[in-house]
C-alpha cells in the first residue's frame, strides 16, 4: 500500500503561484510514477503532471506547460506541483496519484493510489 497525503492548496489571485506537496509512505518507489490531476466541479478528473520517480522524467498536460512544474524530493519521499501564473480555469481539487508504473500515464484509471485531494481557488 502507498500512502498519499496532499497539502499546500488555498486561495489565490490570478497570477499568483501556489505549491503543492504531496508527501507519500508505505512503499519504496523507485518503480513508481506520480501524477498531479485536478477537477473542477461537475467535470472529470484531468491529467495535470506525472513524473517517474527513479529518473525524473516528466510529462504534462497542454494546459500545464510553461506555467507548471512537477518536481520530486528523494530524500523526503514527496513530489511537488510547482503553479505560476495561476488562472481561474486553474480552480479545482487537485490530486496526488500512484501507480507502480514505469510509463506516465494520462489517464487516472492506469493509478492505483490516490490522496484525499487539496483545493486550489484562484479569484479573478
Known amino acids: 500500500q502507498v500512502q498519499l497525503v496532499e497539502s499546500g492548496g488555498g486561495l489565490v489571485q490570478a497570477g499568483g503561484s501556489l505549491r503543492l506537496s504531496c508527501a507519500a509512505s508505505?512503499?519504496?518507489?523507485?518503480?513508481?510514477?506520480m501524477g498531479w490531476f485536478r477537477q473542477a466541479p461537475g467535470k472529470g478528473r484531468e491529467f495535470v503532471a506525472a513524473?517517474?520517480?527513479?529518473?525524473?522524467?516528466?510529462r504534462y498536460a497542454d494546459s500545464a506547460k510553461g506555467r507548471f512544474t512537477i518536481s520530486r524530493d528523494n530524500a523526503k519521499d514527496t513530489v511537488y506541483l510547482q503553479m505560476n501564473n495561476l488562472k481561474p480555469e486553474d480552480t479545482a481539487v487537485y490530486y496526488c496519484?500512484?501507480?507502480?508504473?514505469?510509463?506516465?500515464?494520462?489517464?487516472?484509471?492506469?493509478?492505483?493510489?490516490w490522496g484525499q485531494g487539496t483545493q486550489v481557488t484562484v479569484s479573478s
Open positions: 508505505g512503499r519504496t518507489l523507485s518503480n513508481y510514477c
Open positions: 513524473i517517474r520517480w527513479s529518473g525524473g522524467t516528466t
Open positions: 496519484a500512484a501507480d507502480r508504473n514505469v510509463m506516465l500515464p494520462t489517464t487516472s484509471s492506469r493509478y492505483h493510489y
